[in-house]
């Protein structure tokens, strides 16, 4: 009942009319507002009696508003119900009672408008009883005006200290927050944004805010946001911002929509975050990184050509020789993949693609036209850390089988297929079309036994060789997390 503010009407007399008027309509010289507590029923407006409330269990209107019109009681002596209730027994000797109930919009019974008279009556009059039921009616038409001013000031007041909060909240951050309407207009800026950028309160509002904007970054910004406001998509972009005393400064920004029960978005709040120094950390570092992954890559060349060198000096080693320069080029075009040394270098699939990486490794072993070594299955994510040999293994592979296998004939195919189950990745490389197969002694030679140090001792695999007389299959299983440090 505190919704109804039910003190406040009965000290400011919002009932009393209606009381007085009750009275007159019924020529009753009593006549009450009341409301049923627990204990007590309180009367919001009285004529006739200077009573202010009772005792439930003296109480006529708890049973009047339990119905559903007027309930009328003739002779209160007669009625078993009243007739040793103190208030008939004793002053103000009520006799006759008429009450009409008074219920809220919720279907609560609140109490009862009602008239009282020290002598038995035959009841009202059928224009009294409607009445009674319209009086009823404006009596709570009032409490629920009051109660609805009540609530309304209540989400005010709650609307007023949350946004004060919020504010507060805002304007003890180090970043920079902003919010705006469903449509985009940004309409507010904490004081963060103010002491960053200078400008006056109230400036950037709107769509002010693209003034403090680096000019090369304004048309990106605007249809990243319109993108947003159109698809409800979070919004993220990094940008220049001109700092108070004219600098720019790397600033990404972030919002978020704020939607209703309904999925409707009723407002956006955003944040600035001045990173500038990272971003000109990150760009060191990959200046740092271009030019030691341009050192690696030149060290490979080096060793190389010292290879070269060595096997011209002695010419019974010419083979040897070939097979470990062809062996330092492979890891330099893995290096390469995985660590260009300028954007010139960098590959054109993403940088930690297997397929992308096995596909720089078998380019030169493809014939104009037809490719003889094919990727299928699912692509895979490697990091440097696997590059390495990744491209040992299948370099090798490769070799062989253009000495000795499928890519020996013309004709001859290889597949490499590749599956993942999340906790390991299989690679399958089987070869068709080339001479027939045998298998080696035992002990292999080194180029088997580079495949068994990198697929088992570096990845923590295992190799399963099948020498089939229509061409060799190669299995490999490694753990996938030996590939990627994300895995």
């Known amino acids: 009942m505190a919704l109804y503010d039910l003190a406040g009407a009965r000290e400011e007399g919002a009932l009393d009319d209606i009381a007085r008027f009750a009275g007159q309509l019924c020529a009753t010289p009593i006549a009450l507002v009341s409301v049923v507590e627990e204990q007590y029923q309180r009367f919001l407006a009285r004529v006739g009696t200077d009573l202010a409330e009772t005792p439930r269990s003296q109480s006529f209107c708890a049973h009047a508003m339990h119905g559903h019109h007027v309930m009328e009681v003739p002779d209160a002596t007669t009625d078993p119900r009243f007739a040793d209730n103190a208030l008939v027994t004793d002053a103000p000797h009520i006799r006759f009672y008429a009450g009409a109930p008074l219920v809220s919009r919720d279907g609560v019974p ?19 009883r409607e009445g009674m039921e319209l009086l009823a009616l404006a009596t709570l038409g009032r409490l629920e005006e009051r109660r609805a001013a009540r609530e309304a000031a209540h989400t005010r007041a709650a609307l007023a200290e949350s946004e004060l909060r919020f504010r507060t909240l805002a304007d003890t951050m180090p970043q920079m927050v902003w919010s705006a309407r469903p449509d985009g207009h940004n309409d507010y800026f904490n004081a963060r944004w103010y002491a960053f950028t200078g400008v006056a309160d109230g400036a950037t509002d709107g769509t002010g805010w693209a003034e403090v904007f680096h000019p090369d970054d304004r048309d990106h910004a605007w249809t990243l946001w319109r993108h947003s406001l159109a698809d409800g998509e979070p919004y993220q972009i990094e940008y220049r911002m001109r700092r ?11 919002a978020l929509p704020i939607r209703d029960i309904d999925g409707q978005i009723t407002r956006w709040f955003g944040t600035c975050t001045d990173i500038h120094e990272q ?8 200046v740092i990184s271009h030019e030691l992954s341009h050192r690696i890559k030149n060290i490979f060349a080096v060793i190389a050509g010292l290879i070269q060198f060595a096997a011209r000096l002695r010419p019974e080693f010419a083979p040897a020789a070939q097979d470990l320069r062809e062996r330092v080029t492979a890891l330099g075009r893995a290096h390469d993949f995985v660590r260009p040394h300028s954007l010139d270098t960098r590959p054109s699939l993403q940088r930690d693609s ?20 094919t990727v299928g299955g ?3 994510a490697i990091d440097d850390r696997a590059a390495t040999p990744i491209a040992l293994l299948f370099h090798e592979l ?34 068709t079309g080339g001479p027939a197969v045998t298998a080696p002694d035992a002990h292999g ?4 036994q580079l495949i068994e140090l990198s697929a088992v001792r570096q990845l923590g695999g295992t190799v399963d060789r099948d020498w089939r007389t229509e061409g060799l299959i190669v299995a490999v299983t490694v753990p996938s997390a030996a590939l990627s440090r994300s895995g």
């Open 279 to 286: 971003k000109l950390a990150l760009e060191e570092r990959e």
């Open 378 to 380: 699912m692509d895979v």
């Open 398 to 431: 490769a070799t062989n089988a253009s000495k000795y296998g499928a890519l020996a004939r013309e004709g001859g195919m290889v597949a490499l297929d590749v599956t993942a189950d999340g906790a390991a990745t299989r690679l399958v490389w089987r070869e």
């Open 110 to 128: 609140l109490g009862a408008l009602c008239v009282i008279d020290d002598q038995p009556r035959a009841g009202l009059t059928a224009f009294q």
């Open 445 to 448: 030679g080194f180029g088997s």
């Open 354 to 373: 297997l397929h992308g990486l096995l596909a720089e490794l078998f380019e030169p072993y493809q014939a104009a036209g037809q490719p003889r070594i």
């Open 244 to 254: 108070h005393d004219g600098i720019y400064r790397w600033v990404l920004g972030r």
